[in-house]
Every structure is written in C-alpha cells, then in structure tokens.
C-alpha cells in the first residue's frame, strides 16, 4: 500500500468521527497501555456511546458506540524481519454496540460490554488483517471508566495475537 493510501484510510475515520450527529450522549477520552506477547505501548481512544435503549423487557439495555484509537507499534526483535512487524502505529475505527443492565439504583449498573467491528490501518503481528472485532468490558460512572479491551480478528487470518489494553477513560455528556 502506497504512503497517502496508508494516511487515507486514518483521516477519513477522522473525519467521520467529527462529523456524527450531536446526538451522542456521552463522548470519553481514553488512554492506556497495551499488550502483545507482553510487551506494551500506549493506546489512545476517543469513544462516543450514544442513547441507550431497553432491550425488550429484560432489563438490558443497548447503546450505538463508535470509536477512533490508535495504538503505538513496538520494535520487537524476533518480528523484524517477519510479513507483519510490530512497529507500526495502528488507526483503527470501530463501531457497534454497548451493552448494560439494571436500573440506576443496582450496584452492578455500572459495569458494561462493548462489541464492536473494527477497520484499521496497518498490519502487525497483533492485528494482521484489514478488519477487527473488539471486545470491552468496563465500569463507568459519571465522567471516569475503567476499561479491558481485546482486539483480533478471532482467527480468520493469522498470524493473531491481539491487542489486549488497560485503559482509563475521562469523559463528558453532550
């Protein structure tokens, strides 16, 4: 892939980001490290949860929940001369879907899982195909979370060893 291409697909995520709807009811800053064969680099998202939704009469509750990150690549020497390295940075933007239950009062409201399809920029031992599933579990109150996010691609493509982050995310209501 040429180098504009490369830069083409992260600013266009951008510029989808920043043109959603103000209809989004939360918007979150979120920064962390992230792990591959146990090594780390820094990871950054910026996530946009909008309103949430019964889900029947089950107590669960949904919400629409985009994102755009980036994740710093890492020299690793047995990877140097491998098809996919390790040190590139990866943009990635994701969509899906937030999940919840209970009732503002219930002390396991906070807690939540995310699942969302992922397209990126790059390639790595880590995230090795054009496409990604993302996987959150987290607990947020007001404007502050805590955050387990894995990213592969579930073994369509190898080689896939994922991503897997701890992040803490400071965030505001629209």
């Known amino acids: 892939m040429t180098m504009s291409l490369r830069f083409l697909r992260p600013a266009a995520a951008a510029l989808a980001f920043v043109a959603l709807p103000a209809t989004a009811a939360h918007v979150e800053l979120q920064a962390g490290r992230s792990y591959m064969d146990s090594r780390a680099a820094n990871a950054v998202f910026v996530e946009s949860v909008f309103a949430a939704h019964p889900l029947g009469d089950t107590g669960i509750r949904w919400a629409p929940d985009v994102s755009l990150g980036w994740i710093n690549g890492r020299d690793i020497a047995r990877y140097r001369h491998a098809r996919y390295g390790t040190t590139d940075d990866i943009w990635l933007a994701a969509g899906g879907v937030r999940l919840g ?74």
């Open 101 to 174: 239950a209970g009732g503002p009062d219930d002390w396991y409201s906070h807690f939540f899982y995310g699942f969302q399809f992922a397209l990126h920029s790059g390639r790595t031992q880590a995230l090795s195909s054009a496409y990604e599933f993302v996987n959150t579990v987290g607990w947020q109150w007001r404007h502050l979370s805590f955050q387990i996010r894995h990213i592969s691609n579930a073994k369509l493509h190898a080689p896939n060893r994922g991503e897997t982050m701890a992040l803490v995310g400071v965030g505001f209501e629209l």
